[in-house]
């Protein structure tokens, strides 16, 4: 099982502001993803990367930019932060399993509200 | 184009009964298919997994079912725990060699009552 951070955890800024959530794992793991989650609604995939600098917009389109300069770490960043950007932004990692699966493990969040 | 589809937003359900929680899906090239369990501000849990080839996968109080033919899978969760109480996301994805994303439904919020 991955082991993976998000921070910051909750996060309140003005509009206009850039902004960068963090995500990290610890388990080696090639793939990395971003998704953003609105109440009651499902998850849309927004970047997926699937090594170091690699990186790929995913479903859902996104104002938010990614990078992978290192294995571990996948930041997320918004260069000007709107109230339409007000979600919460979910990060996972996976590696493929022995039978070629892909089971992805999941951060714990960061709840962004946009003023 | 909803492809995974949880039709029952919310289901309750007594402590110590059984959950069923249900899931459909339109592409047939889905072969790998994931329950996610989720809390309020946190991130989605996985909870257990089933490969096409199998019908059934079970892993302690979860039993997960799989009928191709329907395109349908179900989650059972038996006995029904309060902390059971949550989102529950199922997932599909396509096994070419690895590298499909998920497709997530949008969820069923199961409520234990005591």
């Known amino acids: 099982e991955a082991d993976i951070y998000q921070t910051p955890r909750y996060l309140v800024i003005g509009t206009g502001k850039k902004i960068t959530l963090e995500c990290s794992q610890t388990?080696?793991?090639?793939?990395m993803y971003w998704y953003q989650q609105d109440p009651g609604m499902e998850l849309h995939l927004i970047h997926y990367?699937?090594?170091?600098?690699?990186?790929e917009k995913g479903d859902l389109s996104s104002e938010s930019t990614v990078s992978r300069i290192r294995t571990e770490h996948f930041p997320l960043t918004l260069e000007s932060a709107r109230p339409s950007h007000t979600s919460q932004y979910l990060c996972?990692?996976?590696?493929?399993?022995?039978?070629?699966?892909?089971?992805?493990?999941f951060g714990p969040g960061t709840r962004l509200t946009v003023l | 184009d909803q492809q995974v589809k949880q039709n029952s937003p919310s289901l309750s359900v007594q402590e110590g009964r059984i959950s069923i929680l249900n899931c459909d899906y339109t592409?047939?090239?889905?072969?790998?298919f994931l329950w996610y369990k989720k809390y309020p501000a946190e991130g989605p849990t996985f909870l257990i997994s089933?490969?096409?080839?199998?019908d059934k996968n079970e892993d302690g109080r979860f039993t997960v079912f799989l009928n191709k033919s329907a395109k349908h899978l179900s989650l059972h969760i038996v006995p029904s725990q309060p902390g059971d109480s949550a989102v529950y996301f199922c997932?599909?994805?396509?096994?070419?060699?690895?590298?499909?994303?998920?497709?997530f439904g949008t969820g069923t919020r199961l409520t234990i009552i005591p």
């Open positions: 996972a990692s996976s590696d493929r399993g022995p039978t070629y699966t892909d089971t992805q493990y």
């Open positions: 388990m080696g793991h090639d793939k």
């Open positions: 990367s699937y090594g170091v600098n690699s990186t």
């Open positions: 592409n047939s090239m889905f072969d790998y």
């Open positions: 089933i490969s096409s080839i199998k």
């Open positions: 997932a599909a994805s396509r096994t070419n060699f690895g590298n499909e994303k998920l497709t």
